[in-house]
């Protein structure tokens, strides 16, 4: 099956800094890549995804990139706010069902 | 993206009893999936639930330990049978059309053996 593996698991930046996350995914029939955001207590929220025929896509200060040939897709998130704060999980599909990453803990510091 | 509630939000349970967690989405969705969260750890994918046939276990989860059930395109369930601590976990469903991709997850049930 899918693995997927997350680095780093924790992450902590000053507000307004950078914070980038990565994965590799095993499965090279993996076509849909999202990325998830759980505050404490809640749901996974569905942040931003992106498919198996696209290179790059944005949403406001959220950016993912995937690189087919290496396997390895990448969250962006810029201009870090306090709210930002919480943990990531990344995830990969071939067929609907998601394998998730291990996670990354981000703390965004005031 | 679909509304999607579950019941109940947690409970405490004995070791040896049985519990079903309920899925409401609040549309009818293709796909619905049920997932296991340890306390600090990822989402692991338990089974998809198949509308009108048997669902789809993934490797270390059983039919007997985690009957399922989707008697249509909006509510599936799912049971956790005969209970030990080791099935303390927070279950969550997820719900997607299947036209893309995206999936969306209940608020979860935090579930606690004792």
């Known amino acids: 099956g899918e693995n997927v593996e997350q680095h780093p698991s924790t992450l902590s930046v000053q507000e307004g800094d950078s914070a980038v996350i990565k994965c590799t995914y095993s499965?090279?029939?993996?076509?849909?890549f999202p990325w998830y955001k759980q505050e404490l207590g809640k749901r996974p929220q569905l942040i931003i995804d992106i498919r198996s025929n696209v290179g790059e896509k944005k949403d406001q200060r959220i950016a993912v990139t995937l690189n087919k040939t290496a396997k390895h897709f990448s969250l962006h998130i810029t201009e870090t706010q306090p709210e930002d704060s919480a943990v990531y999980f990344c995830?990969?599909?071939?067929?609907?069902?998601?394998?998730f990453g291990a996670g990354t803990t981000v703390t965004v510091r005031a | 993206s679909a509304v999607i509630s579950q019941k109940p939000s947690r409970d405490i349970c004995q070791r040896g009893t049985s519990l079903t967690i309920q899925c409401q989405v609040d549309s009818q969705v293709t796909m619905m999936f049920w997932y296991r969260q340890q306390p600090g750890q990822s989402l692991t994918l338990i089974a998809t639930?198949?509308?009108?046939?048997?669902?789809?276990?993934e490797s270390g989860f059983v039919i007997d330990k985690f009957p399922i059930s989707r008697p249509n395109l909006t509510f599936s369930t799912l049971t956790v049978s005969n209970m030990s601590p080791e099935d303390s976990s927070i279950y969550l469903c997820?719900?997607?059309?299947?036209?893309?991709?995206?999936?969306?997850f209940g608020p979860g049930t935090r579930l606690t053996v004792t």
């Open positions: 639930a198949n509308q009108g046939s048997e669902a789809t276990y």
């Open positions: 995830a990969a599909s071939s067929d609907y069902k998601l394998s």
């Open positions: 499965d090279s029939a993996s076509n849909y």
């Open positions: 997820s719900a997607g059309t299947g036209g893309t991709y995206e999936q969306y």
